[in-house]
């Protein structure tokens, strides 16, 4: 008879995104799942490379995995998702929330996107909705809609293990921003009370850690310390204080340097545009859209 077994889990630090991907295994059976994969670009010189995705690929060889998923938990603001490469090298289907389609006719009308861009969720393979059920091998995973952050995100609940995605920070740096087009500090403050009301123990794995005050990338922390000792949630805050402490922590932020680069590809499930009839793909930058706290030009 299968136990049900606790996944094993190794987590990827990007320095120069601070994003975490993770490899999610069943010990059982060495079937496995890669979370938020990362697609490296260099937008100084507008190229592309699959350095993070590749040292994913050789984890999986080393370790002898089996992936069955390829999953994103939503369109990510400040990298290009690496899912179609990976999906190509090893054959395993993608997925992302189904609320990934409010984001797509939210951008596709930013970036004035035509008819022929599909704002379906076709380009994933699969959509999840909340509640959703799949299996990893033996282990058993569970979708939770967490938004605010973006109107997609989801959060993967896998045995004893929550990708958080980017709700919840480490807890001394707090929680993630809700300033995006779409984003609601109020919607994320309900998506956390939902994701810590998981058990104690649950482990808690964040997408993105800066090195707070000069220490080494973290990732990974539990429900109970979240709840004892998150900056932004400790002592019991009500929403309308979240909601303040948030907002107020988002007015200061300058918009993730790759951001208009990034939606556009990951609205496409990660891919570039269509090359045009010289055999090259262009990105489109919406201009004077978008304000922030510079002091060069405010808007």
């Known amino acids: ?19 975490i ?12 799942a890669i979370i938020d994969p990362v697609w490296d670009f260099d937008e100084k010189a507008a190229r592309t490379c699959t350095v993070n995705a590749d040292e994913l690929l050789q984890y999986v060889k080393d370790n002898s995995l089996d992936v069955e998923w390829i999953l994103d938990t ?4 400040d990298h290009f998702s690496a899912a179609p490469y990976l999906k190509d090298k090893l054959g395993a289907p993608t997925a992302i929330g189904e ?15 035509g008819d022929d861009f599909p704002a ?12 959703d059920t799949f299996k990893i091998g033996d282990l058993e995973a569970k979708v939770m809609f967490s938004p605010g952050h973006t109107l997609a995100s989801i959060t993967y609940v896998i045995g004893d293990a929550a990708f958080v995605h980017d709700t919840l920070m480490m807890p001394d740096s707090g929680t993630s921003r ?12 309900r998506s956390l009370e939902r994701i810590l009301a998981l058990p104690d123990d649950t482990r808690i794995y ?4 800066y090195g707070r005050g000069g220490r080494k990338p973290r990732w990974e922390s539990t429900v109970r310390e979240e709840r004892e000792t998150n900056i932004h949630l400790r002592g019991n805050v009500s929403e309308a204080e979240y909601v303040r402490i948030r907002e107020s922590r988002d007015d200061e932020l300058e ?6 680069y990034a939606l556009q590809v990951n609205i496409r499930g990660g891919r570039l545009p269509d090359a045009e009839d010289n055999e090259v793909s262009y990105l489109r930058i919406p201009m004077n859209q978008f304000a922030g706290p510079s002091k060069v030009c405010p808007m």
């Open 21 to 32: 991907q993770y490899v999610v295994a069943c010990p059982n059976t060495k079937k496995a």
């Open 255 to 260: 918009l993730p340097h790759l951001m208009l």
């Open 206 to 209: 964040v997408g993105h850690d």
């Open 1 to 19: 008879m299968t136990t049900s077994p606790q996944p094993l889990v190794k987590g990827f630090h990007d320095d120069k995104t601070g994003s």
């Open 178 to 189: 809700a300033d995006f087009p779409g984003g609601s500090a109020k919607d994320l403050y």
């Open 74 to 77: 939503h369109p990510h603001a």
């Open 120 to 131: 379906d969720g076709s380009q994933w393979d699969r959509l999840f909705a909340d509640g």
């Open 99 to 113: 609320h990934v389609v409010k984001v797509q006719k939210l951008w596709k009308t930013i970036y004035n996107l």
